[in-house]
């Protein structure tokens, strides 16, 4: 099992910068995949950004440019930058970790950010 606990969700002004945290109980794969996907109200899930525990990145296209994803791979840590954010941003954000092995994903309880216009 992995626990995922999230935090650096909040309320913020369009154009502004806001920065989520993610910290895994453990890891239990040494090639995982560490993320985030957000889900905006009476919407299906969708991913914004994952990153490899080599190093590979994946970004929604809608993102590109204005978010970035890094990680801690000895803390079991992954972080989301999110810089000139829009309101079409607003969601729950979830933190996630996918087994590459088995592809078994495992989900945080997520954390709303919501961007005024």
């Known amino acids: 099992q992995v626990q995922l606990v999230e935090s650096g969700g909040g309320l913020v002004q369009a154009g502004g910068p806001l920065r989520l945290s993610c910290a895994a109980s453990?890891?239990?794969?040494?090639?995982?995949?560490m993320g985030w996907y957000r889900q905006p109200l009476g919407k299906q899930r969708e991913l914004v950004a994952t990153?490899?525990?080599?190093?590979?990145?994946n970004y929604a296209n809608s993102v590109k440019g204005r978010f970035t994803i890094t990680r801690d791979n000895a803390k079991n840590t992954v972080s989301l930058q999110m810089n000139s954010l829009k309101p079409e941003d607003t969601a729950v954000y979830y933190c996630?970790?996918?087994?590459?092995?088995?592809?078994?994903?495992?989900w945080g309880q997520g954390t709303q950010v919501t961007v005024s216009s």
């Open positions: 996630s970790y996918r087994n590459l092995a088995t592809l078994y994903d495992y």
């Open positions: 453990r890891s239990i794969s040494s090639v995982n995949a």
């Open positions: 990153m490899t525990s080599y190093g590979s990145t």
